[in-house]
């Protein structure tokens, strides 16, 4: 099993609908867990942290299963800049120190 | 926002050279990193640097990779013989502490052509 696995998409969605993203860890200990979005060719940036508890930004929220070992990202009514690769990211080590990434999933947002 | 910077954001070299990429991180940031992204592949880490030396580094950071902060703002990349599988984009990053969830800013990077 992969240390982080998505499914690399490209999803292609219409405005306004809503879209859901899963990720695998395969280490049970893993610490921390985030969500970041990358544009073309450009630097990673971080969408939002992924909490025990689950939490919300806005139009996007992120849940954590341990049990399961899956963390996902709900994107509501999504706008056409919402089109980019969303990583997920995962810490084993603690303190950010070698953060494991997944290859990412392509969202294409379109009219 | 505070930004990490990092020059130049394309460098063309020849396979053999050396080549240095540099970094400016965020100033009152004590963590810092070295990732990099071979296209279409994903993000890898190379190398975190605290307190003046290497915390800890990835098996792709072999002998041929070197990490320096010459002076108190400049976090350096040298790769001293570059090969074609180098060519890539190499992100510099920081943050103040190493807490967990703490957000870790990214430079824009440097694409790493090598010919």
């Known amino acids: 099993r992969k240390e982080v696995e998505q499914d690399p998409g490209p999803f292609n969605v219409p405005e306004g609908a809503t879209v859901a993203f899963n990720c695998t860890y395969s280490n049970s200990a893993s610490q921390s867990f985030f969500w970041y979005r990358q544009d073309c060719r450009k630097e990673p940036k971080l969408l939002m942290s992924v909490y025990s508890s689950g939490n919300e930004d806005g139009r996007f929220t992120a849940q954590l299963n341990r049990a399961s070992q899956y963390i996902s990202l709900l994107i509501r009514d999504s706008k056409l800049s919402d089109s980019a690769t969303y990583l997920c990211v995962v810490d084993n080590a603690g303190n950010n120190r070698k953060l494991i990434w997944g290859l990412g999933t392509s969202l294409a947002v379109n009219p | 926002e505070p930004e990490v910077t990092q020059t130049p954001s394309h460098q063309v070299t020849q396979m053999g050279q050396e080549v240095i990429l540099r970094c400016v991180p965020i100033s009152n940031h004590l963590y810092f990193y070295w990732y990099r992204q071979i296209l279409g592949q994903k993000v890898e880490f190379l190398v975190s640097f605290y307190n003046n030396e290497i915390s800890e580094k990835s098996e792709i950071f072999d002998d041929q990779f070197s990490v320096e902060r010459p002076d108190g703002s400049n976090f350096t990349l040298k790769i001293r013989s570059t090969k074609l599988e180098d060519s890539a984009m190499y992100f510099c990053?920081?943050?103040?502490?190493?807490?967990?969830?703490?957000?870790?800013?990214f430079g824009s990077g440097t694409q790493l052509s090598v010919l």
């Open positions: 990053a920081s943050r103040v502490v190493g807490a967990t969830n703490e957000k870790l800013f």
